[in-house]
Nanobody, 122 residues
Framework: QVQLVESGGGLVQAGGSLRLSCAAA????????MGWFRQAPGKEREFVAA????????VYVDSVKDRFSISRDHVKNTVNLQMNSLKPEDTAVYYC???????????????WGQGTQVTVSS
């Protein structure tokens, strides 16, 4: 069984920073593409960022470019999302996701985490 477990969410003031981490555990699976989605209250889940196996290729939704940075650590088997200059509109439940490629992850992730709440106060 594959598990993706997020951590690092919480409450922060606007302009602050948080770092989310996603740990992958369980049987080996194709996770060449890993990344993050988020879902705000009353809105659909949206793609946030993705990273390739090598870490060289990354992609972000326009609203977080230059503020968020995604990285992965193969030793710890984690994917991290550094979120800086947070805004109230970043408030959402953030989900870790995995897929065979970053492109597929944006459309049809094969694995999901349970989510972690991020709340940004104004």
């Amino acid at each position: 069984q594959v598990q993706l477990v997020e951590s690092g969410g919480g409450l922060v003031q606007a302009g602050g920073s948080l770092r989310l981490s996603c740990a992958a555990a369980g049987r080996p699976f194709n996770s060449n593409g890993m990344g993050w989605f988020r879902q705000a209250p009353g809105k659909e889940r949206e793609f946030v960022a993705a990273i390739s196996w090598s870490g060289i290729s990354t992609v972000y939704v326009d609203s977080v470019k230059d503020r968020f940075s995604i990285s992965r650590d193969h030793v710890k088997n984690t994917v991290n999302l550094q979120m800086n200059s947070l805004k109230p509109e970043d408030t959402a439940v953030y989900y870790c996701a995995a897929a065979p490629t970053p492109a597929l992850l944006q459309k049809t992730p094969t694995h999901w985490g349970q989510g972690t709440q991020v709340t940004v106060s104004s």
